[in-house]
C-alpha cells in the first residue's frame, strides 16, 4: 500500500492493494526459505509461509493485529450498517477466509491484547494457542509530562472512521464542552470513507492534523490531559503504550486493547461506547488535576518500565524457547534486536 498512500483516495489504495495480491504472493514463492524454527507472519498473509514452515517442522505463529476475523468483520460491519447504510467492510471476504484458515493451522496465536486473546477464545480456538504480548514503545521518544493544560485538552490518534469510534467520542466531547467551554479535542489521522456521512457533522468542532511524527507527536501528548480511544474493534492500538509512557491517564474500551495495561480507576477508565460514559470519564480526569497526574504516573509505570520494544521481544524470544523445547533443556534465548 505504502506507495499509493499520499497519491490516490484511500477506498482507491485499498482496491489497488488486495488487486495486487497475487504479485506478493508470486514474489513470496520465488524467494530463498532460510533454516529456521520458527515462522512467523501476519494474519492474512501466514497461508504460503506455513506451507514452507510444514516443510521444515517450523513452529507456526500466526501474529494478529486484529481480533478474530469473524469478530473484526462483524465489529466493523455492524458500525457500517448502524451509521452509514450501504457501506460495507473494504476487507473481501476471501481475505477473512485466509484468516480463518491460518488461525487453525497456527501452532501459536499471537495476541497483542486481552480482547484479542478473548476474541479467538469465544471463536472456538483453544486459549493454550494463545500469546499475550502487549504492544511496547520507543521510551526514547515518549517521555513522561511534567503537568496538566489548564483547559481540558484531550487526544486521540488513529484513522477517523467508524471502527475506531470516532462516532461516538465526538458525541462524547459535545457533552463535555458543555461542562469545560473552552476543552480541546485533537484528532491525528485521516479520514477513512467509511465516516463519510458523520464527517460533514463534526468538521470544525475539534483540532486535525492529518499527519504528525514520532517526536512531535510525542510532544503533542505532554501537553494534554487524557488519551482518549473509545475503538469497537482493535488489536492493540500501538498509540496507548505512547501515551502511556507520556504520563496519560487512558480512557479507552476493552475492545480497544486497552484491558490488557489498563486498569479501570488506576491507569484510566474503561467505558463502554457510549456518549454518555466517555463524556463523564473525559470531565472526571480533568477536574482533578492532582488525581490526573496520579493516574499518569501508574500508566507510565504500567506502559512503559518494563516495556519497551526491547522488552516485547525478549518476551517473544522466551515463549518460543519454551514452546520449542523440552522442559528443562529451554535455553536461555538470544536478545531481541
Given at each position: 500500500m505504502r506507495p499509493f498512500y499520499r497519491l490516490a483516495p484511500q477506498i482507491v489504495v485499498e482496491r489497488a492493494f488486495y488487486a495486487l495480491f497475487p504479485l506478493w504472493r508470486r514474489w513470496f514463492l520465488a524467494q530463498p526459505f532460510p533454516g529456521c524454527n520458527v515462522v512467523q507472519a501476519i494474519m492474512g498473509y501466514a497461508t504460503e509461509p506455513f506451507d514452507a514452515a510444514d516443510r521444515v517442522g517450523a513452529l507456526k505463529v500466526v501474529d494478529c493485529p486484529n481480533s478474530h476475523p469473524t469478530s473484526y468483520y462483524g465489529y466493523w460491519q455492524r458500525e457500517c450498517d448502524l451509521w452509514n447504510p450501504g457501506e460495507n467492510?473494504?476487507?473481501?471476504?476471501?481475505?477473512?477466509?485466509?484468516?480463518?484458515?491460518?488461525?487453525?493451522?497456527?501452532?501459536?496465536?499471537?495476541?497483542?491484547?486481552?480482547?484479542?486473546?478473548?476474541?479467538?477464545?469465544?471463536?472456538?480456538?483453544?486459549?493454550?494457542?494463545?500469546?499475550?504480548?502487549?504492544?511496547?514503545?520507543?521510551?526514547?521518544?515518549?517521555?513522561?509530562?511534567?503537568?496538566?493544560?489548564?483547559?481540558?485538552?484531550?487526544?486521540?490518534?488513529g484513522t477517523i472512521c467508524l471502527r475506531k469510534g470516532y462516532q461516538y467520542l465526538f458525541?462524547?466531547?459535545?457533552?463535555?464542552?458543555?461542562?469545560?467551554?473552552?476543552?480541546?479535542?485533537?484528532?491525528?489521522?485521516?479520514?477513512?470513507?467509511?465516516?463519510?456521512?458523520?464527517?460533514?457533522?463534526?468538521?470544525?468542532?475539534?483540532?486535525?492534523?492529518?499527519?504528525?511524527?514520532?517526536?512531535?507527536?510525542?510532544?503533542?501528548?505532554?501537553?494534554?490531559?487524557?488519551?482518549?480511544?473509545?475503538?469497537?474493534?482493535?488489536?492493540?492500538?500501538?498509540?496507548?503504550?505512547?501515551?502511556?509512557?507520556?504520563?496519560?491517564?487512558?480512557?479507552?474500551t476493552h475492545e480497544s486493547g486497552a484491558t490488557t495495561l489498563v486498569k479501570d480507576g488506576v491507569e484510566g477508565y474503561i467505558v463502554q461506547r457510549t456518549p454518555k460514559e466517555i463524556a463523564a470519564a473525559m470531565i472526571r480526569v480533568a477536574e482533578d488535576p492532582q488525581r490526573n497526574l496520579q493516574m499518569g504516573e501508574a500508566a507510565y509505570r504500567k506502559g512503559a518500565v518494563k516495556n519497551t520494544w526491547q522488552d516485547y521481544g525478549d518476551r517473544l524470544l522466551a515463549e518460543y524457547a519454551r514452546r520449542i523445547f523440552p522442559p528443562?533443556?529451554?535455553?536461555?534465548?538470544?536478545?531481541?534486536r
Open positions: 467492510v473494504p476487507i473481501p471476504r476471501w481475505m477473512f477466509a485466509r484468516m480463518n484458515r491460518e488461525l487453525e493451522r497456527a501452532d501459536v496465536i499471537l495476541c497483542p491484547s486481552t480482547f484479542v486473546r478473548d476474541s479467538m477464545v469465544s471463536n472456538g480456538l483453544p486459549e493454550s494457542k494463545c500469546f499475550i504480548n502487549p504492544f511496547g514503545v520507543n521510551t526514547s521518544i515518549f517521555k513522561p509530562r511534567d503537568s496538566t493544560p489548564q483547559a481540558p485538552r484531550f487526544i486521540t490518534v458525541r462524547a466531547f459535545e457533552q463535555v464542552k458543555l461542562v469545560y467551554p473552552k476543552a480541546e479535542l485533537i484528532c491525528v489521522g485521516s479520514y477513512k470513507s467509511d465516516f463519510a456521512k458523520e464527517r460533514p457533522r463534526w468538521e470544525g468542532t475539534f483540532t486535525h492534523i492529518p499527519h504528525i511524527g514520532h517526536q512531535a507527536l510525542s510532544q503533542l501528548l505532554a501537553t494534554c490531559t487524557a488519551f482518549v480511544f473509545p475503538s469497537c474493534e482493535e488489536g492493540f492500538a500501538r498509540v496507548i503504550p505512547e501515551a502511556m509512557a507520556t504520563g496519560l491517564p487512558i480512557i479507552a528443562g533443556q529451554t535455553p536461555k534465548p538470544a536478545i531481541a
